[in-house]
């Protein structure tokens, strides 16, 4: 599997779907979509796709999930994988943790729920971009 | 006398028709120092002691015109003189009638001829008598004032005393507030979503449904409103990671099959809630144009699945909202109504939702109970207080189990965390205002003495036990079942 992979975290499954369904139509088949329902669930998944070969190049996350918030995801992901881009959709701002992910996870964009399609879209892609 | 007397400032009407008497009475008592008016009659007596503050009258008895008795009647009938003391003055040789002196509000008499010393003693005495009572009468005014400041004082605390529960009630709010506006955003971002999706979607196969059920011979058709069918019935409640071992499952069947693009159509049928038994679709999946009948599956299930989510959705954000207002009520009445304890805690456990998601396992434990005549309102602060302490001293990992019991006509509500308890020594203390293991600024002590508070006026009874790994609050509560009597 050599297509690139847009990666979704958020402990809501229907936000999960919602995304996925999105993005399907958005970008179709150039490239796969994996779903995950907390943070340690995404690094696993992370890990699994990079051994088989493949590449995650984005990644959309909630950042109020029980466990590991999503900032602090962003950040590890970053550590070990900086050129995966990375969105943050939340429900709930904690304005210290958005800043807090600019710095040190260099976050792309952070959305807020409800979200627009036409607006995740349009920062995915100019995320995308930027690789 | 122990009270300083004001003797110099002494008011004394001497009252006699015999001006002889009356100069030596005024000269005696003006040589003591006292400030003395003298009266002729009693018409004269009483408009004196109507128009000054008088502290003694000195009152013949035989006068024309209007005795010592009448007059003393008169000035004990008017409120203005009621208060001042009289002394009679009689001659020896006069019939006196005592019991008439003392009955008409006389408090003593002196005869003539008089020794001064007496004279003097006698004035003095009562001088003392009436400055005390005056005293008296004073403190009793103002004790009066106090008792209503006091009252008004107390009225005050019981309004502040509300306003403290309410607001530490809404301090307890601001702190769920973000995760209760997760709670309602999330579902409203999926709801956005499904809308926008259904409408595409819609426009999208509507016009293809044609051409699409011309190109299908009848089994095959058939086959497609069969993957459509098994489509609808689904009910995704797989987690994601289920889904992904079964996509790998069906990946691997489908390229058995010898189908191109495997993982494509995998994923699709995921989506669309078909995990297996795909047997009667491989057809449909083996034809050239199969990616473009899936889509239209996929497109026309996806109507189903949008309107699911946002059903979901919109049951999940109006149950948050509705635990809100619930939590936010005040109720001004007063009165104890009919109430489900269950449903108090099902709400506060739904705001904090949340915070006990996937790391907090929540046990319930619950026994069927009567509704119980109570506060609503004020319980739930109770079980807000509780379980928020509950899940501080966790961290918001563990075990918390809540337990409804009832046992004669007790309701018992226990709450038991798995954190690492309440030190012995502290235990007694917890219920103390203002009390607080936590740093300055995080919290305002009040927690507890407020849920002591409300427990006492339902009166019940609130206990805790606590060792390191189990601390259990338990609130028992009178159920008062108040029979209606039409």
Redesign the interface.
């Known amino acids: 599997?050599s297509k690139p992979v847009i990666l979704c975290v958020?402990?809501?499954?229907?936000?999960?779907?919602?995304?996925?369904?999105?993005l399907?139509?958005a970008f179709g088949?150039a490239y796969?979509?994996?779903?995950?329902?907390?943070a340690d669930?995404a690094l696993e998944l992370i890990h699994e796709v990079w051994e088989d070969e493949s590449s995650i190049i984005l990644i959309v996350s909630d950042w109020?999930m029980?466990?590991m918030k999503g900032d602090e995801f962003l950040t590890r992901v970053h550590k070990e994988f900086p050129s995966i881009i990375k969105i943050m959709?939340?429900?709930?701002a904690?304005e210290l943790a958005i800043e807090r992910a600019k710095e040190q996870a260099n976050l792309h964009q952070c959305l807020?729920?409800?979200?627009?399609?036409e607006e995740l879209v349009a920062t995915i892609k100019s995320g995308l971009a930027q690789r | 006398m122990d009270e300083q007397l004001n003797q110099a400032a002494a008011n004394i009407l001497v009252v006699d028709d015999t001006p002889a008497n009356l100069r030596l009475l005024v000269g005696i008592l003006t040589e003591q120092g006292y400030t003395v008016r003298p009266a002729r009659d009693g018409f004269q007596a009483l408009s004196i002691a109507q128009g000054i503050p008088l502290d003694l009258i000195l009152l013949d008895i035989q006068m024309p015109q209007i005795d010592g008795y009448e007059v003393c009647s008169k000035l004990k009938a008017d409120e203005r003189t009621r208060h001042i003391p009289v002394i009679f003055i009689s001659a020896l040789s006069d019939v006196f009638d005592k019991v008439k002196a003392f009955g008409v509000g006389g408090v003593d008499y002196i005869t003539k001829p008089f020794q001064v010393e007496e004279v003097l003693a006698r004035v003095e005495t009562h001088l003392a008598l009436q400055y005390l009572q005056k005293s008296l009468r004073a403190k009793n005014e103002d004790l009066g004032k106090t008792n209503e400041q006091l009252a008004t004082t107390l009225q005050q605390l019981k309004a502040t005393q509300d306003e403290l529960i309410q607001s530490e009630k809404m301090a307890a709010l601001g702190q769920l507030i973000a995760g209760v506006a997760h709670e309602i955003n999330t579902p409203l971002g999926a709801i956005r979503s499904s809308a926008g999706s259904i409408s595409k979607f819609l426009g999208q196969t509507l016009e293809k449904l044609p051409d699409l059920f011309q190109s299908l011979s009848r089994e095959e058709a058939h086959n497609f409103l069969a993957l459509l069918q098994q489509s609808l019935q689904g009910e995704s409640t797989f987690s994601a990671k289920e889904e992904r071992q079964f996509k790998r499952a069906l990946i691997r069947q489908l390229e058995e099959k010898g189908i191109e693009n495997a993982d494509i159509f995998a994923d699709t049928l995921i989506d669309m809630g078909i995990y297996h038994e795909i047997g009667p679709f491989l057809s449909l999946l083996k034809r050239p144009d199969s990616k473009h009948l899936l889509e239209i599956a996929y497109k026309l299930s996806g109507l189903h699945r949008g309107t699911q989510t946002i059903n979901l959705a919109t049951e999940r954000a109006s149950k948050v909202v509705f635990a809100l207002k619930t939590y936010a009520r005040y109720d001004q009445s007063g009165e104890m109504v009919l109430a489900n304890l269950a449903e108090g805690i099902e709400t506060v456990l739904t705001l904090y939702q949340n915070q006990l998601k996937n790391s907090v396992n929540v046990v319930r434990n619950y026994t069927e109970l009567p509704p119980l005549l109570c506060y609503p309102d004020e319980l739930n602060q109770v079980w807000t207080n509780i379980i928020h302490n509950a899940l501080q001293a966790m961290n918001y990992e563990g075990t918390l189990i809540i337990d409804i019991a009832q046992q004669d006509q007790q309701a018992y509500i226990s709450i038991t965390d798995s954190g690492q308890g309440i030190p012995e020594y502290i235990q007694s203390k917890i219920f103390e205002p203002f009390f607080t293991t936590k740093p300055s600024g995080e919290g305002s002590g009040l927690g507890l003495d407020i849920v002591k508070k409300i427990i006492d006026k339902h009166r019940g009874r609130v206990e805790v036990t606590s060792i390191p790994g189990k601390t259990t609050f338990t609130v028992s509560l009178p159920i008062n079942i108040k029979e209606e009597t039409q």
């Open positions: 599997m958020d402990d809501e499954k229907v936000v999960l779907k919602s995304l996925k369904t999105q399907k139509e088949d796969f979509y994996e779903l995950a329902e907390d669930e109020l029980p466990g959709l939340t429900g709930q904690d807020y729920k409800p979200w627009s399609e």
